[in-house]
């Protein structure tokens, strides 16, 4: 009686197991670009609007140009990332990523409240929370994509 191979030999199973572990390794190689767009996303709209906030707290059309420079810069940052980045496939949710959506809440919240409340009349407050919170888009969309 002759027994046949129920499986594949031992070298072709080592070949898939190899093969897997790439695959594996390459689709956990990166976060996922839906994600870092929303971090961005996020981090471009929450800091204009703080900006915008002010503005319209001030009633002063000429200051216009603030948050359209702002836009700019995020447009600039949006760009970046594309070109450089745009054939990446990422996975996303992780506890970086959510450290960075905490970071970003955090920061919203003093933004918004602390400085509705406490500081309604005070640009270099906005400005230093909207920084803040571009920086953490940044940074956090930044670690993703090298993740």
Do not use: D, Y
């Amino acid at each position: 009686m002759s027994e046949e191979p129920t499986g594949p030999s031992a070298q072709t199973a080592r070949e898939l197991l190899q093969e897997a572990g790439r695959l594996g390794a390459a689709s956990r190689a990166g976060a996922s670009w839906p994600h870092i767009a929303m971090l961005l996303g996020l981090g471009a709209i929450s800091s204009l609007s703080l900006l915008s906030f002010w503005l319209v707290g001030q009633f002063n059309k000429s200051l216009i140009a603030l948050p359209m420079m702002a836009m700019l810069v995020w447009l600039a940052i949006f760009m970046g990332f594309m070109l450089a980045n745009g054939r990446t496939t990422k996975l996303g949710f992780t506890r970086r990523w959510m450290t960075f959506m905490g970071i970003w809440a955090g920061l919203w919240i003093v933004g918004t409240v602390v400085g509705l409340v406490f500081f309604p009349r005070s640009l270099w407050f906005f400005i230093a929370v909207s920084t803040a919170i571009t920086a953490n888009s940044v940074i956090g969309a930044w670690r993703e994509v090298r993740a």
